[in-house]
């Protein structure tokens, strides 16, 4: 079975940091693309961040390039996404997605479940 898990998420205030994991299990995640994605209230799923199969190139939204970095731990199995001078736009739930392919271009099918950020004083 195949599952991602979240962690990282909580309250920060604008300009902190956070780091989130996105652990999996019956995958192997340097096969595939693992996509960040974000969803605030009221708004639409924003895809953040892409890193593809190795050798991991890695791509951002212009919302948070030169903020946050995406990497992947393949001894771990895991994929980080490094949020750096959070902004109080930046809250919302984060989730990270793979299986789809190696490329960037495409549809993740397997989801994990979502980290909250919050980012306020």
């Known amino acids: 079975q195949v599952q991602l898990v979240e962690s990282g998420g909580g309250l920060v205030q604008p300009g902190g940091s956070l780091r989130l994991s996105c652990a999996a299990s019956?995958?192997?995640?340097?096969?595939?693309?693992t996509k960040w994605f974000r969803q605030a209230p009221g708004k639409e799923r924003e895809e953040v961040s892409c890193?593809?199969?190795?050798?991991?190139?890695?791509y951002y939204a212009d919302s948070v390039k030169g903020r946050f970095t995406i990497s992947r731990d393949n001894a771990k199995n895991t994929v980080y996404l490094q949020m750096n001078s959070l902004k109080p736009e930046d809250t919302a739930i984060y989730y990270c997605?793979?299986?789809?392919?190696?490329?960037?271009?495409?549809?993740?099918?397997?989801w994990g479940q979502g980290t909250q950020v919050t980012v306020s004083s």
């Open positions: 997605a793979t299986k789809g392919g190696p490329d960037c271009s495409s549809n993740p099918s397997t």
């Open positions: 890193i593809r199969s190795n050798p991991g190139r890695t």
């Open positions: 019956g995958i192997t995640l340097d096969y595939y693309a």
